[in-house]
């Protein structure tokens, strides 16, 4: 089975941008479709982006769309996540996942509990 490792979060002032990296190990990562949730203290845990298993397809929560882009570089097993134009809002553990399965409301809030994979977090704090 494959394991996540997140990497990248730290302290940035509002405007300003982050890079997350998710390191995949395991013979099967291949075979799955990545993404992004987090949580903020307090707050349910929410959907942020996903890249799909070819690394060529990808979706966006409204909250990030034009500010947040996925990636993927299958040479280096990581799953990227660039965070511009960052809000304090945006301050929350962020977690990557995997799953064999691109679509299905496991990629949202009241499904998240279905994916098979969940790395361990990484705290982004954005301050005004």
């Known amino acids: 089975q494959v394991q996540l490792v997140e990497s990248g979060g730290g302290l940035v002032q509002a405007g300003g941008s982050l890079r997350l990296s998710c390191a995949a190990s395991?013979?099967?990562?291949?075979?799955?479709?990545v993404g992004w949730f987090r949580q903020a203290p307090g707050k349910e845990r929410e959907f942020v982006a996903r890249i799909n298993v070819n690394g060529d397809y990808t979706y966006y929560a409204e909250s990030v769309k034009g500010r947040f882009t996925i990636s993927t570089d299958n040479t280096k097993n990581t799953v990227y996540l660039l965070m511009n134009t960052l809000k304090p809002e945006d301050t929350a553990v962020y977690y990557c996942?995997?799953?064999?399965?691109?679509?299905?409301?496991?990629?949202?809030?009241?499904?998240?509990?279905?994916?098979?994979?969940w790395g361990q977090g990484t705290l982004v704090t954005v301050s005004s």
């Open positions: 395991g013979r099967t990562f291949s075979s799955y479709a």
């Open positions: 996942a995997a799953d064999r399965n691109f679509y299905g409301n496991r990629w949202s809030s009241v499904g998240a509990g279905n994916l098979e994979v």
